[in-house]
């Protein structure tokens, strides 16, 4: 099919890797002129750090360039394969690379919060002391995934996904490298390297497999290979966009459904509501999230709203994907339109606050139940006031909280939606209780 490389069946991601710092895509932040890292590199100094980013974003291509850039030996374990035995494997030749050649090691850990804490802290003191530069790779968040001692020993550098200008030109590359099909005779339109581009999703590497395999399809005639529209379009059938469903994409993603949701935005809450299933998302999953920010951010400016929600979350359970999911959309977008309120959010997290604090204050006699006779004989319910029996139903007046705490303030509604009224009763039931003497103890 083609002409590249005759004894080379490497693939073409491999075969384009970059082969200096200045050949990397897209992470111009972290090494561009006179950025932290690239200073370090041309001061010939290299430290132990942790490359955090998306697949393909060039983790595992970097951390050889960094370790060739200063002459030191490169190791490799992969997170997922290794266990003790095999960092002490590891550390042993470290040692004895420095022993006989003088040469520092970078040890490259792929998929660094797969290991278990044990296994994590096993690097600490070979850090420490020098044996080895530690470079771990993941691309899940290392504050949540990686020990405190661990991080605090290394750097973290933040490698973005590529952009599609970046991918663009990366695939245009492959197309004049010697490594990839310079030699080739490839008519590949403008137009499908920008759908390749795009739907690569800032993954270097799923840019290259996928033109790998469109090249590898394409029919040849007269010694040049065609590519359709029709082989693109079959190739990029399956979704590709990025999401795992317990990885760092997944909180980003429901946190910007919850926050397009409290922002009243219910196209962008659409969006990604839909992005988290197109994804693979349990809708279930987004249906409970749904009933939180219903009590969360709306509460009683708009009481529908939980019901809606309950609602949804239900029809799903009975209906199942894909009917289902519309249920759930029409809750999102109800709770986007509703009017806003954190007051029962706020009011529950106060209470919460003097409920720690305060401890297990007894509940005043007149609160009390008394179902026997001793209870009424202890005071038990004593002066207690019937609210139903009281004008407008309110016993005006009347202390509800623990005896010796003075009365708290929790909950103030906010002027949008139902909860203007209920403002407005509150404030004229504290009227009455400033109208009203407060009954006392004989």
């Keep these: ?96 690379h420095r022993q006989q050649q003088n040469r520092a090691t970078v040890l490259f850990v792929d998929e660094a919060h797969r290991f278990n804490k044990a296994q994590q802290d096993a690097f600490l003191p070979h850090v420490e002391q020098g044996v080895i530069t530690f470079i771990g790779a993941t691309t899940e968040n290392p504050s949540f995934e990686l020990n405190n001692a661990l991080l605090s020993r290394t750097r973290v550098y933040v490698l973005k996904p590529l952009d599609q200008g970046s991918i663009r030109r990366l695939i245009d590359s492959a197309l004049t490298h010697s490594q ?74 429901i946190s910007a459904l919850h926050k397009s949701v409290r922002g009243s935005n219910p196209d962008a809450a659409l969006y990604w509501f839909v992005r988290m299933i197109d994804g693979g998302c349990d809708p279930r999953y987004v249906a409970r999230r749904v009933i939180r920010i219903a009590s969360e951010d709306i509460g009683n400016a708009d009481p529908r709203a939980l019901t809606i929600a309950l609602d949804a979350w239900n029809a799903y359970e009975r209906l199942g994907t894909p009917e289902g999911e519309l249920a759930i959309a029409q809750a999102i977008i109800y709770l986007s339109c509703a009017a806003k309120s954190n007051a029962v959010y706020t009011a529950f997290e106060r209470a919460s606050e003097d409920v720690k604090k305060l401890g297990s204050l007894e509940v005043p006699l007149h609160l009390r139940n008394a179902p026997t006779k001793l209870m009424k004989e202890l005071n038990y319910g004593k002066r207690y006031r019937y609210a139903h029996d009281e004008p407008e139903a309110y016993a005006a007046g009347e202390n509800y909280f623990p005896d010796g705490m003075a009365n708290r303030k929790y909950y103030h509604p906010v002027a949008r939606g139902l909860e203007q009224k209920i403002a407005e009763k509150l404030a004229h039931l504290k009227d009455l209780d400033t109208n009203v003497p407060i009954a006392k103890d004989d």
């Design 1 to 96: 099919m083609t002409s590249v490389g005759s004894q080379d069946f490497r693939p073409l991601a491999d075969r384009m890797r970059p082969q200096s710092i200045d050949q990397i895509y897209g992470q111009d932040h972290i090494l561009g002129t006179g950025k932290p890292l690239r200073r370090a590199l041309e001061g010939g100094i290299l430290h132990s750090m942790v490359l955090w980013g998306p697949p393909g974003s060039g983790k595992t291509t970097l951390a050889r360039l960094l370790a060739q850039r200063v002459d030191a030996h490169f190791l490799s374990l992969s997170a997922v394969l290794s266990g003790v035995k095999d960092i002490r494997e590891a550390i042993e030749k470290a040692k004895l």
């Design 180 to 253: 990839g099909y310079a030699d080739t005779k490839l008519d590949l339109p403008e137009s499908y390297r920008d759908q390749i581009a795009a739907a690569a999703d800032g993954d270097a590497r799923r840019a290259l497999n996928t033109l790998e395999i469109v090249v590898d399809l394409a029919p040849s005639e007269n010694d040049v290979i065609n590519v359709t529209q029709a082989i693109v379009n079959n190739v990029l059938t399956e979704g590709l966009r990025r999401f795992d469903k317990s990885g760092e994409a997944f909180y980003d993603q």
